[in-house]
């Protein structure tokens, strides 16, 4: 257990690692927090800042996810434990740990993104067989809606679809806890943007819309 909580907070750790700042300090003191909606994912410094700034905080965010349930799991643990967490408990507890500290960093009043692109890297690394289900859900939503808070929620939902209804382990199993848990973790970190969505306030991501514009021609 006192191996699993070390690397937890390890993995969060590395979650409190905002691809964010780090390109926004790279060019020029940029605090996507003061821009746009004020969140320091992808799609904020997309709309903000442009095409190569948001590919490059995509990119670290989607990385933290791959390295904090690659790596962190892996290290060696110097004390013997009478009965250790089996691997993959290890691995899903990490991917928890770096969602949440992408979600909730420390270092920036507990004020980070919203997880889905640290997710997609996470659930690239340990549930590859579901990641098609979340890419062809998100982009699918994008394209018909425009609204991305309503692709990523969607996403979510569709990862866990796959572990209830087709993946072997199903639900209880530690794949099924884990994409449960991150299932309620995306929703509630979209709950401001499903309200404004449900009240007709929410901005919609209209250069997104593919098929709307292709039929609008």
Request: charged residues 15%; glycine residues 12%.
């Amino acid at each position: 257990m006192i191996e699993a909580l070390a690397k937890f907070l390890l993995a969060y750790l590395a979650g409190t690692v905002m691809g964010g700042q780090i390109v926004g300090k790279l060019r020029g003191g940029v605090d996507l927090r003061q821009h746009g909606s004020g969140n320091v994912g992808a799609t904020n410094a997309l709309r903000t800042q442009g095409k190569g700034f948001a590919l490059a905080v995509l990119l670290i965010d989607v990385l933290k996810g791959v390295l904090a349930v690659l790596l962190i799991p892996r290290l060696p643990w110097p004390l013997a434990e009478a009965q250790p967490w089996p691997p993959d408990w290890q691995a899903y507890a990490c991917g928890v740990g770096v969602a949440l500290g992408h979600c909730y960093p420390a270092w920036y009043r507990f004020q980070g993104g919203k997880g889905v692109a640290t997710l997609a890297g996470v659930f690239a690394t340990l549930l590859p067989a579901a990641l098609p289900w979340l890419l062809g859900g998100f982009i699918a939503v994008t394209i018909l809606s425009g609204y991305v808070a309503l692709a990523s929620v969607s996403a979510a939902v569709l990862a866990l679809f796959y572990i209830a209804c087709i993946d072997a382990r199903g639900l209880f199993s530690a794949a099924g806890a884990f994409t449960g848990a991150m299932v309620l973790l995306v929703v509630w970190k979209h709950r401001r943007n499903l309200i404004n969505l449900a009240r007709g306030q929410e901005n919609r991501f209209e250069k997104a819309r593919l098929l709307h514009r292709w039929l609008s021609r």
